[in-house]
């Protein structure tokens, strides 16, 4: 079972930049394509963006031309850099396995175990 911990969160003014990262435990990383989600309050938890093991990548529209997503399989870890944030990316951003189908996931089941994610503020 894959164990997550992100990190990296903070207060951001809009147009300034954060690194999140996120160190999975267990074997089963590497074998995996990963995702970043991110949920709002009120609002569904949603992929926006994911990475194959060998390194495709998809991101939500909403987040194109802003973010990158990367992974260092050596160190089970995913990172996104995220650019321009705007006070829509305000949320908790979460790890996960993932599939390259982004958008809004319709349940929170059937994933490896959630870690408590890293909030990330974007003040105007």
């Known amino acids: 079972q894959v164990q997550l911990v992100e990190s990296g969160g903070g207060l951001v003014q809009a147009g300034g930049s954060l690194r999140l990262s996120c160190r999975a435990s267990?074997?089963?990383?590497?074998?995996?394509?990963m995702g970043w989600y991110r949920q709002a309050p009120g609002k569904q938890r949603e992929l926006v963006a994911a990475?194959?093991?060998?390194?495709?990548?998809n991101y939500a529209d909403s987040v194109k031309g802003r973010f990158t997503i990367s992974r260092d399989n050596a160190k089970n870890t995913v990172y996104l850099q995220m650019n321009s944030l705007k006070p829509e990316d305000t949320a908790v951003y979460y790890c996960?396995?993932?599939?390259?189908?982004?958008?809004?996931?319709?349940?929170?089941?059937?994933?490896?175990?959630w870690g408590q994610g890293t909030q990330v503020t974007v003040s105007s």
């Open positions: 996960n396995v993932g599939s390259l189908f982004v958008g809004p996931i319709k349940t929170t089941s059937g994933f490896a175990s």
């Open positions: 990475i194959t093991t060998g390194g495709i990548t």
């Open positions: 267990g074997s089963a990383f590497s074998i995996n394509t």
